[in-house]
């Protein structure tokens, strides 16, 4: 076996590391715009909560909101989550045991 300069392994070391470190940085940079989009995402929503009440008692009924195409976002969203529940099969029952069983 050859010399081996321990300087030179330093460098290919930290240069493999680098590159390591880079796809790290990526990731967490990736993982806090989705923390921060979903921040938004909520803050946008408590305000369209806000101004459909507002449009409400400035006179708006649902059936106007509705045919103008502004439905009560957040009725909507309840309703599809009840009835993704209340619709479930019992093989989909089953499946969601098993995944719980996994964790």
């Known amino acids: 076996m050859g010399n081996i300069s321990i300087e ?4 290919q070391a930290r240069a493999l590391l680098d590159s390591r470190i ?15 989009l979903k921040e938004q995402l909520v803050e946008a929503e408590r305000e369209d909560k806000r ?9 708006w009924s649902v ?13 909507g969203r309840r ?8 619709q479930s ?8 045991a098993a995944d719980s069983a996994h964790i």
Do not use: F
């Open 8 to 11: 030179q392994t330093q460098q």
């Open 22 to 36: 880079e796809s790290i940085t990526a990731l967490v940079k990736a993982r806090q715009r989705v923390a921060d």
């Open 51 to 59: 101004a459909y009440v507002r449009a409400a008692k400035d006179g």
């Open 63 to 75: 059936e106007e909101l509705k045919k103008l195409g502004l439905e009560n976002a957040t009725a």
């Open 79 to 86: 309703r599809t989550a009840n009835r993704k529940s209340s």
């Open 89 to 96: 099969t019992p093989q989909e029952h089953q499946d969601d």
